[in-house]
């Protein structure tokens, strides 16, 4: 007797809690930039129990995400004021775009079940709040630092 037969066929991706939407990732993208994106993805990771094995693209995505500003502030000379924040918006979706391809997966479970989503309001607010007050910060110290490096030359 075959004992493959009585095995399931498919295999066991259901989240253990239900994820944020991806409206909730999309729109905290564009109203918030990278870091809003960055945050939404964690906490969607942390809630599929896969913190650990996001860890390294939640950093990865961190890292860009907080070097947005120092290109932001190299490049605002030649590009223009409205240009580079167009620019931003459109790299923030991009690396939200690449984030939802790492949990789509999860997603597509999710819509097959039919699972019920949280709410993601107050999840997008507090990220895009969150990333306003990290994104000051960082633009501040890069302006201190392209500043100091720049006055000499």
Same mark, same amino acid.
């Given at each position: 007797?075959?004992k493959?037969l ?15 939407? !991806? !409206? !909730?990732?999309?729109?905290? @993208? ?7 994106a960055?945050?939404?993805? *964690? ?11 996001? @860890? ?6 961190a ?6 500003p120092?290109?932001?502030? @190299?490049?605002?000379?030649?590009i ?21 391809l ?6 597509r479970?999710?819509?097959?079940? *039919? !699972? ?7 999840l ?28 000499? @030359?």
């Amino acid at each position: 007797m075959n004992k493959s037969l009585f095995e399931p066929s498919l295999q066991q991706v259901r989240a253990e809690r239900p994820l944020y939407s !991806t !409206t !909730t990732l999309f729109m905290s @993208a564009f109203f918030g930039g990278a870091l809003a994106a960055v945050i939404v993805f *964690a906490v969607n990771a942390w809630r599929a129990s896969r913190l650990a094995r996001d @860890a390294a693209w939640i950093c990865l995505a961190a890292a860009i995400a907080l070097g947005l500003p120092f290109f932001m502030l @190299a490049s605002l000379a030649e590009i223009g004021g409205s240009a580079s924040r167009v620019l931003l918006r459109v790299l923030a979706l991009l690396l939200a775009g690449a984030l939802y391809l790492r949990h789509r997966h999860l997603f597509r479970a999710q819509d097959l079940f *039919a !699972t019920q989503r949280p709410n993601g309001w107050l999840l997008g607010l507090a990220a895009i709040a969150i990333a306003f007050v990290i994104g000051l910060l960082t633009i501040e110290a890069a302006q201190r630092l392209l500043g100091s490096t720049g006055e000499g @030359a």
